[in-house]
């Protein structure tokens, strides 16, 4: 798989795929949710580094996580955007339900 988790201290740390796609949406989806049942997630951060593409399956991916750890007061970070990736939390209204970390330039 392309995406990756670390888990510490009840932070959970999801690496986004490269393509973000309805496919790889539903397999994160569900390993994701697994371990937020499983651990104490008490921040999720998205890490888009490696994100160069993302459909409206991988928006609904990021607010369903974004609403499971909230709703057990966690918190909810993205970081690490690309422009293009920018431009998508942009349009969707993203950036208005999470912390989204700028990168410095």
């Known amino acids: 798989m392309e995406h990756r988790f670390e888990k510490e201290y009840g932070c959970l740390v999801i690496r986004m795929p490269r393509e973000l796609d309805h496919h790889q949406a539903e397999i994160l989806k569900e390993e994701a949710d697994g371990l937020i049942l499983k651990y104490p997630v008490r921040s999720l951060v998205f890490d888009f580094a490696d994100t160069c593409f993302m459909d409206s399956s991988g928006i609904g991916v990021v607010i ?42």
């Open 64 to 105: 369903g996580r974004c609403k499971n750890v909230r709703f057990s007061g966690g918190y909810v970070k993205a970081v690490h955007l690309n422009q293009q990736i920018q431009r998508i939390f942009r349009l969707s209204g993203l950036q208005k339900i999470m912390e989204v970390e700028q990168e410095e330039e």
